[in-house]
C-alpha cells in the first residue's frame, strides 16, 4: 500500500517548533509535496543544528520567532495552515488570533492520519493504562503476522513512522493518543477506539475534568468500534449515554451487570469469557496488577475485532516482555528488587502501581506535580512504604504532604535523581525491603525531557550499583 505523494505545491504550512513531533511534521509534510516553513523561538547550537538538516531538505526554519504574531508577519504571503505540537497549549492567544483570520490549525498526528489514508487506525487514550495496552495490542498483532506498528504518544511519532513507510504503508497503525494530541485532531477517526481509564489528569491545561473527558470521549464518538473499561469508575458512571460499546471488566461482570453494562469481555473460572465461550486462560499475562487484567483485556478485544484467534493471543501474552517505564524490573540485587514505573506521572498512576506490589517497598517519587487528589496515593504509600525518598522539584511539597496526612514511615529528600537512588538502597537494607520502586506521581520536565529520559537514567543507575 503506497500513499499519495503528488499533492502539488501550495500555500505555505507553517510547523511551529523543532521538536520531535514538529520535524516529524515538517519532513512529511515536505515529502507530500507541501511547502513548508518551521518556525522556533530557539536559537542554540542544537537549533541551528536541526534547522540546517531540515535546510538541506528544501525545508525553511526561521529561528528566535516566539509564538506571537509579529513572527508571521514576514513570511511569504499569509500561512494557509499552522501545525501546532503537542506541547503548545490548543488555546494559546496566538492560535485563537490565527484561527479567527481564517488560518486553519491542527496537530502534528493530523499530517500523519491524512497522509496514512486508508491505513486503519487503532487508536488508544486514557488517563493510566494506554502505554501498556498500546504495547500489548502491537505486541499481539505482531505475533499473528500483521503488520501494525505503534506510534503516538510512544516511541516514534505518528508523522515519523508514516513518513517511513511512505512507500509501504502497513497494514494497520496501532497510535497511543493523549488529550493533547485529540484536542488538536478533530477529524481523527480510528476503525478501533479504546478508552482505558478517566480520572483527573492535564487539568493545568485543560481546566476542568468535565473538559478533560470531553477531548477524550470525542476520539470514541468518532471511532467505529469503541472498547471501555467497565472497571473504571468514571466511565462506568456514564455508560447509559453509549449507544454501542464493547465493555470489558476483570471481574466476573457481575457489578458491571448491576449498572446496567452488559459485559463484552470478562474473566469467570480463570478463563477470560465472552458470550460465545473461554477466549484464553486470564493467567496468560505475567504483569502484576488488577489493572494489567484490564489492559489485557482491552487489548484482547481489539485483536478479536481484527480476526485474532485465542490461542495465538494466549501464546503471545504469555511471551509479552513487559512494557518499559512501567513496574518494569531492571534487576535484583542482595534480595531487593529494582523496579522502574516512571510512566508513573500522577497520583492515580502512582497508587495504581503500590497496589500492585508487594510491600515493604523504599518508594522514590519527585518532580514536576501535577493538580489531582493525592489521597488515594498517600493511602497506598502508608500501606506499602517503609520509606519514601523524594527527589526534584515536588520535595518540599510532598514531604509537607506527608508530614500532614500523618506517613508513618521514613520520608527523605534529595535535589536530584542519583542521590535518591543511594539513600534508596541503603534504606532497603535497613527495613528489610522487598523492592524499591521508582513511581514518581510527578512529570519529569523539572529535570528531564521526558519520563523515558528519567526511566533511562534510573536504569543506568540501578544497574551500576554495588552491593553493600
Not at 504550512?13 to 515536505?30: F, K
Not at 458512571?237 to 453494562?261: C, K, L, N, P, Y
Not at 494466549?314 to 512494557?323: H, I, K, Q, T, Y
Not at 502501581?353 to 493538580?371: C, F
Request: proline content about 4%.
Amino acid at each position: 500500500m503506497t500513499a499519495d505523494q503528488s499533492a502539488p505545491r501550495s500555500a505555505q504550512t507553517v510547523v511551529l517548533g523543532l521538536g520531535r513531533s514538529g520535524l516529524g511534521a515538517a519532513r512529511l509534510l515536505n515529502q507530500r509535496g507541501h511547502a513548508v516553513v518551521v518556525l522556533d523561538s530557539g536559537n542554540s547550537a542544537e537549533h541551528q543544528r536541526k534547522a540546517e538538516l531540515l535546510r538541506q531538505e528544501g525545508i525553511s526554519v526561521l529561528l528566535q520567532r516566539p509564538l506571537e504574531l509579529s513572527s508571521f508577519e514576514d513570511l511569504q504571503g499569509t500561512p494557509e495552515r499552522v501545525i501546532v505540537s503537542p506541547g503548545i497549549r490548543w488555546d494559546h492567544p496566538t492560535l485563537t488570533a490565527l484561527r479567527r483570520q481564517g488560518i486553519r490549525t491542527d496537530g502534528e498526528i493530523t499530517t500523519a492520519w491524512e497522509a496514512s489514508r486508508p491505513v486503519p487506525w487503532i487508536g488508544i487514550t486514557g488517563t493510566n493504562g494506554k502505554t501498556t495496552v498500546t504495547h500489548l495490542v502491537a505486541h499481539l498483532l505482531k505475533a499473528a503476522g500483521l503488520d501494525a506498528p505503534m506510534c503516538g504518544n510512544v516511541g516514534h511519532s505518528a508523522a515519523e513512522l508514516t513518513l517511513e513507510r511512505l512507500q509501504d504503508l502497513p497494514a494497520w497503525m496501532v497510535v497511543e493518543l493523549s488529550s493533547y494530541q485529540i484536542e488538536s485532531a478533530p477529524a481523527l477517526a480510528p476503525q478501533v477506539g479504546i478508552w482505558t481509564t478517566l480520572t483527573p489528569d492535564h487539568l493545568e491545561r485543560h481546566g476542568t475534568l468535565d473538559n478533560y473527558r470531553a477531548i477524550k470521549r470525542s476520539l470514541l464518538e468518532r471511532s467505529r468500534v469503541r472498547i471501555l473499561n467497565a472497571d473504571d469508575p468514571d466511565l462506568a458512571s456514564r455508560a447509559a449515554s453509549w449507544d454501542e460499546a464493547r465493555w470489558i471488566t476483570a471481574t466476573d461482570g457481575s457489578q458491571a451487570r448491576s449498572q446496567g453494562i452488559t459485559p463484552w469481555l470478562w474473566i469467570e473460572a480463570g478463563q477470560v469469557m465472552q458470550a460465545e465461550g473461554a477466549v484464553l486462560d486470564a493467567s496468560a499475562l505475567a504483569m502484576p496488577g488488577a489493572h494489567n487484567r484490564q489492559n489485557m483485556l482491552m487489548a484482547v478485544a481489539a485483536c478479536l475485532e481484527l480476526g485474532l484467534s485465542g490461542p495465538c493471543m494466549e501464546a503471545a501474552l504469555r511471551a509479552f516482555p513487559g512494557v518499559p517505564h512501567r513496574l518494569e524490573l531492571i534487576r535484583e540485587l542482595q534480595g531487593i528488587r529494582w523496579v522502574n514505573d516512571s510512566k508513573a506521572t500522577n497520583y492515580d498512576a502512582a497508587e495504581v502501581a503500590l497496589n500492585a506490589m508487594e510491600g515493604p517497598l523504599v518508594v522514590l517519587a519527585g518532580g514536576e506535580s501535577k493538580q489531582g487528589d493525592a489521597s488515594g496515593w498517600i493511602e497506598a504509600l502508608t500501606k506499602k512504604a517503609a520509606a519514601v525518598v523524594l527527589f526534584g522539584a515536588a520535595q518540599t511539597e510532598f514531604g509537607q504532604m506527608l508530614e500532614l496526612a500523618g506517613f508513618p514511615g521514613v520520608v527523605e529528600r534529595h535535589g536530584d535523581l542519583s542521590a535518591a537512588v543511594a539513600e534508596a538502597q541503603n534504606l532497603a537494607q535497613q527495613l528489610s525491603c522487598r523492592a524499591v520502586l521508582l513511581s514518581p506521581a510527578c512529570a519529569s520536565f523539572d529535570q528531564y525531557s521526558d519520563f523515558e529520559a528519567r526511566g533511562e537514567h534510573f536504569r543506568t543507575l540501578v544497574q551500576s550499583l554495588q552491593a553493600v
